[in-house]
C-alpha cells in the first residue's frame, strides 16, 4: 500500500503514524498533523525536534528525557501522554506509542509507533476527578478534597509554632427558605452564599461545602488572631443585608464555630470534632453568631454526652425520684396545690440538678419517655392521696414543649387520666410562657381541649417572655405563676414591686388565679400579701420534699410550714 492510501486510511481514523531510522535518526511522519500545527509534516526532522515544536513547556522536558531513553534503547516500548497547543490556540493531549523493531537483514532498527488524539478521554478524566472532590451545586471543593487538603498540611507542616484555623458555617434554619420558597430558591441561594464566603475568605484559605447547607473554611498558617476575627466578623456582616434571589427578598444568617490548632502535631479528626462542638454552642446560643472552640466548652460537651448516655437506662434502673413542693393559701396556711418536681441520683454524678438534664433529654428526644413518667407517678400519687382523705386542689405537672403535640399529648393525657383514675379537675398543666408565645394559635385549640375536660393549665415563669399581652386573652388559663426573678428583688426594688402588683392585678381582672413562685423570706411573704396575692411556693414554707414527707405534712392537723 502506497503512502497516499496509508494516509487516508490514517486520516479517516484520525491518528498519525511515524517512524524513525536509527541509522540516520530521520522522523518520517504520515497522517493529518498539520491539522492540528502551523507547520507541516516535513518541517519536523527529528523526535527531540517533534518535542521543541509541538509540546508544551510544562510537559516537555520530562517527553523528551522519555525519548532520550527510548531512543538509548534504555526501554523497550514509548508510552507517554503530553499536551500541545494547536494553531486555534486549543489545548489537546496527545498518546504518543513507539516499539524497536529489527529489519530482517539485521543490518538496520527502527522505531515506529502512532501519535492518537486522546482529549477527549482525559478531559472525561479531569470531569470525573473534578466531580469526586468537588460539590456539583456550587463547584466548592466537598468534604473529601478538604480533608485530603487539611490532612497535607497537618503531614508537612514542620514548626511548632505555626497556627491554623478551621471555621465551621451553618445557615440558620435554612429548612425554613426550602419550605418558603421552593428548593430552586434554596439552590441559587446556596450558591450566592457560596461565593460571598470564598470573597470574605479571598487568598486567606479555602472554602468546602460538605453538607446540604454547611461550610468548612480552612485558613492555614494564620496572620494572627486579630487578622482571623476580621476575617470571622466580615462573613457575619456580609448577611447582614438581604438576599435578592429570583426576584425574592430573603433575610439569612450564619453560625460559626471556630478551632484554632498547631499545624504540628494536631489531630485533623479531634480538630474536626471540636469545631463541631463550638458551632453547636453558637446554635444553643441563639445562631447568628461565633464561639471559639475552648477545653472548658470541650468538657462541658462531654459531660453532656455523657449524661445523655446516663439518661438512657436512668428510668429502668429506678433513678428517678419525684419531688412535690406545696403551693400554700396564705390567708389559712393550707396547702392549694403540690407542684411535681423531678429528681435524678445518678450513680455516676451524684445528684443532677434538672436544669441541666431536661434540656438534654428534650434535645435528645428522651423528654417524652421522662416526661410521660413524671406524668404518670404524679398522678397515681394524688390518687393515692386523695383516697387517704387528704385535701388538696391540684397536682401540677410541668410539660415540656416537645410534649405539646396535639394528638400525641390528648392521647397520653387521657390515657395517663384513665389508668391511674384521678378525676381531671384535680391535674394542672404547666407550661412556659415561652412556648405559648411561640405559636399561640395552634397551642390554643390543644389547651382548649384541656379545659373542656376540666383539666386546669397554668402559665409558669409568667412575665419573663418578650412578645405581647395579646395571648392571655386568646389562651384558655387558670393561673398565672410569677417568676422568681421577680420576687428575688421584690424587697429592694420598685420596678419589680410595680410589676408584681401589675401581674396581681390583671389576674383579678381576667379571673385568674396567680401564684407567687421562690417565695424564700417573711418580708417577701407579707409584701406579696399585702399587694392581694393569696398564694406563694417557694422556701418559706417548704421547699421541694419526697411523697412520704409531704404525707407527714398532710397528717399533722397543726403544721406550720415555716420551718422547712
Same mark, same amino acid.
Given at each position: 500500500m502506497d503512502n497516499n492510501k496509508y494516509k487516508l486510511i490514517l486520516d479517516s481514523i484520525s491518528e498519525i503514524v511515524w517512524e524513525v531510522n536509527l541509522t540516520?535518526?530521520?522522523?518520517?511522519?504520515?497522517?493529518?498533523?498539520? #491539522?492540528? +500545527? &502551523?507547520?507541516?509534516n516535513g518541517e519536523i526532522t527529528s523526535l527531540m525536534d517533534y518535542a521543541d515544536k509541538t509540546i508544551i513547556?510544562?510537559?516537555?522536558?520530562r517527553v523528551k528525557d522519555e525519548f532520550s531513553e527510548f531512543?538509548?534503547?534504555?526501554?523497550?516500548?514509548?508510552?507517554?501522554?503530553?499536551?500541545?497547543?494547536?494553531?486555534?490556540?486549543?489545548?489537546?493531549?496527545?498518546?504518543?506509542?513507539?516499539?524497536?523493531?529489527?529489519?530482517? #537483514?539485521? +543490518? &538496520?532498527?527502527i522505531l515506529i509507533g502512532t501519535v492518537t488524539d486522546i482529549t477527549e478521554r482525559k478531559n472525561a478524566e479531569e470531569q470525573m476527578i473534578f466531580m469526586a472532590y468537588h460539590d456539583q451545586l456550587t463547584n466548592l471543593p466537598n468534604r473529601v478534597y478538604f480533608m485530603h487538603e487539611m490532612q497535607k498540611l497537618l503531614d508537612t507542616s514542620k514548626d511548632t509554632s505555626d497556627e491554623s484555623a478551621v471555621i465551621f458555617i451553618d445557615i440558620d434554619n435554612f429548612n425554613s427558605v426550602n419550605d418558603s420558597f421552593g428548593h430552586r430558591y434554596g439552590d441559587v441561594l446556596l450558591k450566592i452564599v457560596s461565593e460571598l464566603i470564598k470573597f470574605c475568605v479571598k487568598d486567606y484559605g479555602m472554602v468546602a461545602r460538605i453538607g446540604e447547607d454547611n461550610f468548612l473554611v480552612l485558613i492555614p498558617n494564620i496572620i494572627s488572631m486579630a487578622h482571623l476575627k476580621k476575617i470571622i466578623k466580615l462573613i457575619s456582616e456580609s448577611f447582614e443585608n438581604p438576599f435578592e434571589v429570583l426576584d425574592v427578598q430573603t433575610y439569612v444568617t450564619v453560625s460559626m464555630g471556630i478551632s484554632v490548632f498547631k499545624e504540628k502535631g494536631s489531630n485533623m479528626d479531634q480538630i474536626l470534632k471540636n469545631v463541631d462542638i463550638a458551632l453547636h454552642e453558637a446554635k444553643l446560643q441563639g445562631k447568628n453568631n461565633f464561639i471559639f472552640y475552648n477545653d472548658k466548652l470541650g468538657c462541658d460537651i462531654d459531660r453532656k454526652k455523657r449524661i445523655e448516655n446516663e439518661l438512657q437506662n436512668a428510668l429502668d434502673k429506678d433513678e428517678f425520684e419525684i419531688y412535690y413542693q406545696p403551693q400554700v393559701d396564705m390567708d389559712n396556711n393550707k396547702i392549694r396545690g403540690l407542684?411535681?418536681?423531678?429528681?435524678?441520683?445518678?450513680p455516676e454524678f451524684g445528684n443532677v440538678p434538672p436544669s441541666e438534664?431536661?434540656?438534654?433529654?428534650?434535645?435528645?428526644?428522651?423528654?417524652?419517655?421522662?416526661?410521660?413518667?413524671?406524668?404518670?407517678?404524679?398522678?397515681?400519687?394524688?390518687?393515692?392521696?386523695?383516697?387517704?382523705?387528704?385535701?388538696?386542689?391540684?397536682?401540677?405537672?410541668?410539660?415540656?414543649?416537645?410534649q405539646m403535640k396535639n394528638k400525641?399529648?390528648?392521647?397520653?393525657?387521657?390515657r395517663v387520666l384513665e389508668d391511674s383514675k384521678l378525676d381531671t379537675t384535680y391535674l394542672e398543666i404547666e407550661i412556659t410562657e415561652g412556648t405559648l408565645i411561640k405559636s399561640v394559635k395552634e397551642k390554643s385549640k390543644l389547651l382548649q381541649?384541656?379545659?373542656?375536660?376540666?383539666?386546669?393549665?397554668?402559665?409558669?415563669d409568667f412575665g419573663t417572655?418578650?412578645?405581647s399581652l395579646n395571648y392571655l386573652t386568646a389562651l384558655p388559663i387558670n393561673t398565672l405563676k410569677i417568676d422568681k426573678s421577680f420576687i428575688d428583688k421584690i424587697c429592694k426594688d420598685n420596678k419589680s414591686q410595680s410589676i408584681i402588683e401589675c401581674i396581681i392585678e390583671l389576674s383579678k381582672k381576667l379571673d385568674y388565679n396567680v401564684i407567687a413562685e421562690g417565695v424564700e423570706s417573711l418580708e417577701q411573704k407579707e409584701l406579696l400579701k399585702k399587694m392581694g396575692c393569696t398564694y406563694i411556693q417557694g422556701y418559706y414554707y417548704s421547699k421541694p420534699l419526697p411523697a412520704s414527707m409531704i404525707e407527714d405534712i398532710f397528717n399533722d392537723k397543726e403544721a406550720s410550714y415555716a420551718w422547712f
Open positions: 540516520t535518526h530521520k522522523l518520517q511522519i504520515i497522517g493529518g498533523f498539520n #491539522n492540528f +500545527l &502551523e507547520f507541516n513547556p510544562e510537559d516537555k522536558e531512543l538509548k534503547g534504555n526501554t523497550i516500548l514509548l508510552n507517554t501522554q503530553y499536551r500541545i497547543k494547536t494553531k486555534y490556540d486549543q489545548i489537546k493531549w496527545l498518546l504518543i506509542s513507539g516499539k524497536r523493531i529489527k529489519l530482517e #537483514n539485521n +543490518l &538496520e532498527n407542684e411535681a418536681l423531678i429528681r435524678w441520683k445518678s438534664f431536661i434540656p438534654i433529654a428534650e434535645e435528645s428526644g428522651l423528654i417524652y419517655k421522662i416526661g410521660e413518667w413524671i406524668l404518670v407517678k404524679a398522678c397515681l400519687q394524688a390518687k393515692e392521696w386523695k383516697e387517704k382523705g387528704y385535701s388538696f386542689d391540684t397536682i401540677s405537672v410541668n410539660i415540656s414543649p416537645k400525641y399529648f390528648l392521647n397520653l393525657i387521657n381541649e384541656l379545659v373542656n375536660q376540666n383539666i386546669k393549665v397554668s402559665i409558669d417572655g418578650y412578645s
